[in-house]
């Protein structure tokens, strides 16, 4: 698309289905500067191949987004391993409908300075069978009445002198999942970078699972920043820091698990609730 389309479904059934089946290719492709809306459908790739082990001849994203795109209802859904579902390096809202996939199933990406995915995610449910059901690499908020069934991550990375760090922001909804930070390549950001992966829990959020750093399970993490904050909400799991330079501080709501410290890294409480040990 590269005007303005909205994609409804008329049939009878409600069975309208856009379904890519080539390689390479999406069921929408929404370009920068267009804008398109989802009212209704499918949106599928039937043919997908991709597996944990590659491509397998036949694999892709069934949306990427490079412009607005705002998702209102209807279902995006592929059983890829090898493909994230969606591809978002523009401008997306989602107020409604589904997501499913084996893999990633929103990649709020980036192409660079000038190509940063916008992600919110109000609504609707978003589910990964395998991977993130949300990863993001750019500015992503999670809020209201959204479902997201899998683990939320936020990474940073390093190219040439420039250090790309996502940050999320979950004010509402329900995460049936871990959420965590990370850096791909570890110990690739240098020393004291400027810029590193932000996670803000607050509000009315309510995460079913831990929070975290990833990182390689090894026991020397070097080289993992990060900045995770809980100002409110709800964490029924653990919150812990195995990263050597990360930060984790707790101002408000509650962690019903424990808070651990588990290397050289910082984890302060002046507020909230935690149920567990510290």
Same mark, same amino acid.
Request: some cysteine; charged content about 15%; glycine content about 16%.
């Given at each position: 698309?590269?005007?303005?389309?909205?994609?409804?479904?008329?049939?009878?059934?409600?069975?309208?289905?856009?379904?890519?089946?080539?390689?390479?290719?999406?069921?929408?492709?929404?370009? *920068?500067?267009?804008?398109?809306?989802?009212?209704?459908?499918?949106?599928?790739?039937?043919?997908?191949?991709?597996?944990?082990?590659?491509?397998?001849?036949?694999?892709?994203?069934?949306?990427?987004?490079? @412009?607005?795109?705002?998702?209102?209802?209807?279902?995006?859904?592929?059983?890829?391993?090898?493909?994230?579902?969606?591809?978002?390096?523009?401008?997306?809202?989602?107020?409604? @409908?589904?997501?499913?996939?084996?893999?990633?199933?929103?990649?709020?990406?980036?192409?660079?300075?000038?190509?940063?995915?916008?992600?919110?995610?109000?609504?609707?449910?978003?589910?990964?069978?395998?991977?993130?059901?949300?990863?993001?690499?750019?500015?992503?908020?999670?809020?209201?009445?959204?479902?997201?069934?899998?683990?939320?991550?936020?990474?940073?990375?390093?190219?040439?002198?420039?250090?790309?760090?996502?940050?999320?922001?979950?004010?509402?909804?329900?995460? *049936?999942?871990?959420?965590?930070?990370?850096?791909?390549?570890?110990?690739?950001? @240098? *020393?004291?970078?400027?810029?590193?992966?932000?996670?803000?829990?607050?509000?009315?959020?309510?995460?079913?699972?831990?929070?975290?750093?990833?990182?390689?399970?090894?026991?020397?993490?070097?080289?993992?920043?990060?900045?995770?904050?809980?100002?409110?909400?709800?964490?029924?799991?653990?919150?812990?820091?195995?990263?050597?330079?990360?930060?984790?501080?707790?101002?408000?709501?509650?962690?019903?698990?424990?808070?651990?410290?588990?290397?050289?890294?910082?984890?302060?409480?002046?507020?909230?609730?935690? *149920?567990?040990?510290?």
């Amino acid at each position: 698309n590269n005007g303005t389309l909205t994609i409804t479904d008329s049939s009878d059934s409600k069975t309208g289905t856009v379904d890519n089946v080539s390689h390479s290719k999406g069921a929408l492709v929404n370009n *920068e500067g267009a804008t398109a809306t989802l009212e209704a459908g499918t949106l599928t790739r039937s043919a997908e191949a991709g597996t944990s082990a590659g491509a397998n001849g036949n694999s892709w994203y069934v949306v990427d987004n490079s @412009g607005t795109l705002t998702v209102n209802s209807g279902a995006v859904k592929n059983d890829s391993g090898y493909s994230s579902l969606v591809r978002n390096m523009g401008t997306m809202t989602v107020n409604g @409908g589904s997501f499913e996939n084996t893999f990633i199933a929103i990649k709020n990406d980036e192409g660079g300075e000038s190509k940063r995915g916008q992600l919110t995610i109000s609504g609707g449910t978003v589910v990964s069978k395998s991977g993130d059901a949300v990863q993001n690499w750019s500015t992503a908020t999670i809020t209201d009445d959204a479902v997201i069934k899998g683990d939320v991550g936020t990474w940073a990375y390093k190219s040439g002198d420039t250090i790309f760090a996502g940050t999320t922001t979950v004010s509402g909804g329900v995460i *049936e999942g871990d959420v965590s930070a990370g850096i791909y390549g570890q110990g690739t950001l @240098g *020393e004291n970078p400027q810029s590193v992966p932000d996670v803000t829990i607050s509000d009315k959020a309510v995460v079913n699972g831990n929070v975290t750093y990833n990182h390689s399970g090894d026991a020397a993490d070097t080289g993992i920043y990060g900045d995770i904050k809980i100002n409110g909400g709800t964490v029924n799991g653990n919150v812990c820091n195995p990263a050597d330079k990360g930060k984790i501080s707790m101002t408000g709501g509650t962690v019903t698990g424990n808070v651990v410290n588990q290397n050289t890294g910082e984890v302060s409480i002046s507020g909230g609730m935690v *149920e567990g040990a510290v």
